[in-house]
């Protein structure tokens, strides 16, 4: 058991989600610690009948501490966990900062759990876009060899926290205000008011004309299925949901998947909820999925335009799946496995 656990970015979206699902898992510990940045310190957070006051995260914070599961800004973890590394047992991480480095396992537990056993002090969550497609894709690619992808997302504000959210909510009351008319309004997470909007930029540009965000579906789900020859066409859409991300995806597989055998695969992959019956209106929407630790798929169709290809839709709470319970995840995997 890990006797002492720290939660480092307590405050915010997914470490608030963190906290709940650390509480409704009756995740093992001695003792939790809640850690973020200095504007919160002091801020109390109700946890297993305890109040818990929230510290500063530094170095010091770290020491006789087993477990730390982060969810800090990219610039944060880049900062704070090699010190972290020096003093605790394992890191569970949420940031993008360190997924990429050869030696950080990056895990999802129904996938490739197995991973963990190399890790060197340091596991990293995938991105929440990832998680919910590469769920979806596992037992595809283990069937018929997963080729190519191409997947458009629709995802909520929540994915960028809690100022996405509070963009949503206010730039939405601006554009009813302003007899249902778009107008200008001041923004704390995205480029433009996402109030009945979309906005096709997540992330920063990079190479080839993509943004972070889409380059992060082609890197991280070759990594999580070991596989570098897959290829991905990623288009990452903010819509003005406030949490669950959509995703359209088209899977072209080594050999043919029916509809029906597609729907066994899913049917019997770990995670995975098939809701997929048309005539029936039965499909997985944001407001189905919100607060679920499922990845929901429906929508399923041969593509008419190509053989060997597939068509589907899929749905996950990119806080609960997509971020804090896929952490909570791989620290019970940990406890029960290393
Ligand atoms: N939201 C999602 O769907 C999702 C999914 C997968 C992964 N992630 C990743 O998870 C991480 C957290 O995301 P979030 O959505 O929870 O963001 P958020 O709501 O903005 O929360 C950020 C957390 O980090 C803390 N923090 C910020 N600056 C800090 C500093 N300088 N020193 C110490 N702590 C600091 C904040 O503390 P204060 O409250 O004190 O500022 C807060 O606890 C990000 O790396 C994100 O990419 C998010």
Request: glycine share 6%; with cysteine.
């Amino acid at each position: 058991m890990f006797d002492t656990v720290a939660v480092a970015g307590a405050t915010g979206a997914v470490g608030t989600l963190m906290i709940r699902m650390f509480q409704e898992r009756k995740f093992p510990y001695k003792k939790m610690k809640f850690l973020a940045s200095k504007r919160s310190v002091g801020t109390v957070i109700p946890f297993n009948g305890e109040d818990i006051v929230v510290e500063e995260l530094c170095p010091e914070a770290f020491d006789g501490v087993d477990l730390v599961i982060g969810s800090t800004p990219d610039d944060v973890a880049r900062d704070f966990i090699p010190e972290a590394r020096k003093r605790v047992k394992v890191i569970v991480d949420e940031s993008g900062y360190w997924r990429m480095f050869p030696d950080v396992p990056l895990v999802i537990p129904e996938v490739n759990a197995e991973a963990i056993r190399k890790h060197k002090g340091l596991v990293s969550s995938p991105n929440c876009s990832t998680t919910q497609m590469v769920v979806a894709l596992k037992p595809l690619h283990d069937y018929a060899r997963v080729r190519r992808v191409v997947v458009s997302t629709y995802q909520a504000t929540s994915g960028a926290g809690l100022p996405g959210n509070r963009d949503l909510v206010n730039n939405s009351k601006a554009w009813l205000d302003n007899d249902c008319q778009y107008c200008e309004c001041e923004t704390e997470a995205f480029p433009y008011p996402i109030g009945f909007n979309c906005i096709p930029q997540i992330g920063g540009e990079r190479e080839f004309g993509y943004t972070s965000e889409e380059l992060k579906l082609l890197h991280e789900t070759r990594k999580i299925l070991d596989d570098p020859s897959i290829q991905v066409c990623p288009t990452a859409v903010r819509v003005p949901v406030a949490n669950c991300h959509s995703e359209s995806v088209v899977v072209e597989t080594e050999r043919k998947i029916t509809v029906e055998k597609a729907r066994e695969l899913f049917r019997a992959m770990p995670g995975v909820v098939l809701m997929d019956d048309l005539s029936a209106k039965s499909y997985p929407t944001p407001y189905h999925c919100h607060d679920t630790d499922d990845v929901y798929v429906g929508r399923i169709r041969e593509d008419i335009s190509a053989p060997n290809s597939l068509a589907f839709w899929c749905v996950a709470d990119n806080l609960r799946k997509g971020a804090a319970t896929n952490a909570v995840q791989i620290a019970e995997w940990i406890q029960q496995n290393l």
